[in-house]
């Protein structure tokens, strides 16, 4: 059973820094496309970061030059490095991943628990 578990979440004060990761558990035979999305109370899920296999990524505007998404294939793991924090970004930021579990399952995906991320002005 694959599972994405989310670490690094917190209390920060604007300007500083957090790093959050996310680890894909179980038997995987590849992570194409991973992600982290944001949800702040009263507003819809947003992207604020992909990542594909071919190592490309993108970043909204909001985010942009702020944040850095990488990954470490070999361990599964990928991380969202959080810089020059400000209050907006307060919300709670969920990993979220494509995988294909075998050569003949297909691409499934997956989203880990959610972890607060509190920017305090």
């Known amino acids: 059973q694959v599972q994405l578990v989310e670490s690094g979440g917190g209390l920060v004060q604007a300007g500083g820094s957090l790093r959050l990761t996310c680890v894909v558990s179980?038997?995987?035979?590849?992570?194409?496309?991973m992600g982290w999305y944001r949800q702040a109370p009263g507003k819809q899920r947003e992207l604020v970061a992909v990542s594909t296999s071919g190592g490309g990524t993108n970043y909204p505007d909001s985010v942009k030059g702020r944040f850095t998404i990488s990954r470490d294939n070999g361990k599964n793991t990928f991380y969202l490095q959080m810089n020059s924090l400000k209050p907006e970004d307060t919300a709670v930021y969920y990993c979220n991943a494509f995988v294909t579990l075998t050569a003949l399952s297909g691409v499934r995906t997956y989203w880990g628990q959610g972890t607060q991320v509190t920017v305090s002005s």
């Open positions: 179980g038997s995987v035979l590849s992570i194409n496309v």
